[in-house]
């Protein structure tokens, strides 16, 4: 078997034997500053509140919307995630009123409804 290579010497570590010490280029580093981003809010409780307790087509949409946000804001997008944020907040407002109104229609007509077939007796 011919002798084997050794391996050229880590930075850091004293030169092995029978190999010339080498110089080895400094790494330059530059800092970088961060700076914190708040998230604008999704508004993803007061979408699945709607959707669950109220109109559930219009408090879908406002689930879709503050998903959309979420993944905006993940991505880096805030303004996207801002946007979306907002139009979630109003599909579920959106929801939360017309359930109210139909709720009130409902109670309405059927108010109507029991009175006129009560009197007919």
Not at 78 to 86: D, F, I, K, P, V
């Amino acid at each position: 078997y011919p002798p084997q290579q050794g391996y050229p010497p880590q930075q850091g570590y004293p030169p092995q034997q029978g190999y010339p010490p080498q110089a080895y280029p400094q790494q330059g580093y530059t800092q970088q500053v961060v700076y914190p981003v708040q998230r604008p809010p999704n508004n993803q409780l007061i979408a699945w509140i709607s959707c669950l307790c109220f109109c559930w087509p219009l408090g879908l949409v406002a689930i879709i919307k503050s998903n959309a946000s979420d993944k905006c804001s993940s991505h880096g997008d805030m303004e996207g995630a801002r946007r979306y944020g907002q139009e979630a907040r109003k599909w579920a407002i959106a929801s939360i009123i017309s359930a109210i109104i139909l709720g009130g229609l409902s109670g309405v007509i059927y108010v109507i409804g029991v009175g006129s077939v009560g009197s007919s007796y």
